[in-house]
C-alpha cells in the first residue's frame, strides 16, 4: 500500500498562519458588520486580528489556535474570508430571488451532509464503528464522492453566482493540489468549528422554514 501524499512542512506551517487568519479577520467582520459600531472597527479590528495571526513565533495567534484546534479547515477559512467580505462590502444575502431561493435549497443538501459525516468522524474517533472511515480520507475515491457532492449544487439554476456555492470546490481545489491542512480530505473539508457552525445553519434554516 501507498504512503499518504501529505503536505509539505512548510505548507503546512504557511496554512496554519494563512488559515486563522482568514477565519479570524473574516469571522470579526462579519459579526462586527451586525453591531452598532464605527467603520473604523469594523475595518481595524479584523485587520488586527488577521495579523496577529500571520505573525511569526509563538507570539502569533495562530500559534496558541493550532496547539488547540490544530489548522482549520479550507471550507471554514473561504468563508470566514467570503462572510467577512460580504459584510465590509454590505453586500445584501443572497437568497432573495427565486433562483437564489433554489441554490440555498441545494446547498442544505451539504450542510446535513457536512452534519452526518461530523456525527461520523466522532463515532470513529471513539472506535464506535465496525469500520475505520479517517483513513478513506487519503484515498482518491473519498474525494471523487465529495467533489461530486460539491459540483452538484452548481448544476441548478443560478447557483453560479453564488458565493457560498464555490467555497466547497475551492477548498477542494487546494486538496488537491497543497493537500492542505493535512493531507486528509476529511480535515480540508471539516473540522469541530465548522461543524459547529453547520448545526446552527441547519437549526436557523427549520426555524425559519417552520415560522414560514
Known amino acids: 500500500m501507498s504512503a499518504p501524499a501529505l503536505p509539505a512542512l512548510a505548507v503546512m506551517q504557511c496554512w496554519l498562519h494563512i488559515g486563522w487568519a482568514l477565519v479570524l479577520a473574516g469571522g470579526a467582520a462579519g459579526l462586527l458588520a451586525r453591531l452598532p459600531v464605527p467603520r473604523w472597527v469594523r475595518l481595524s479590528v479584523p485587520a488586527v486580528l488577521g495579523l ?30 467570503w ?16 433562483h437564489g431561493a433554489r441554490a440555498f435549497r441545494g446547498e442544505t443538501a451539504l450542510v446535513l451532509a457536512g452534519i452526518v459525516a461530523g456525527w461520523v468522524l466522532l463515532l470513529d474517533t471513539f472506535a464506535q464503528l465496525p469500520w475505520s472511515v479517517y483513513p478513506l ?8 464522492v465529495v467533489l461530486a457532492m460539491a459540483l ?31 493531507g486528509n480530505l476529511w480535515d480540508a473539508v471539516l473540522d469541530p468549528w465548522l461543524w459547529l457552525v453547520l448545526h446552527i445553519v441547519a437549526v436557523r434554516g427549520w426555524v425559519r422554514r417552520k415560522g414560514a
Not at 84 to 91: K, S
Open 137 to 144: 480520507g487519503f484515498g482518491p475515491a473519498a474525494l471523487a
Open 83 to 98: 462572510w467577512g467580505w460580504t459584510a465590509l462590502r454590505q453586500v445584501p444575502p443572497a437568497g432573495v430571488t427565486a
Open 152 to 182: 452538484a449544487p452548481l448544476l441548478q439554476a443560478g447557483a453560479m453566482r453564488r458565493g457560498t456555492a464555490w467555497l466547497v470546490p475551492a477548498a477542494l481545489l487546494l486538496f488537491a493540489v497543497f493537500r492542505i491542512p493535512s
Open 52 to 81: 496577529w495571526a500571520l505573525w511569526p513565533g509563538e507570539l502569533s495567534a495562530a500559534y496558541g489556535l493550532g496547539l488547540a484546534f490544530q489548522a482549520p479547515s479550507g471550507v471554514l477559512a473561504l468563508l470566514s474570508a
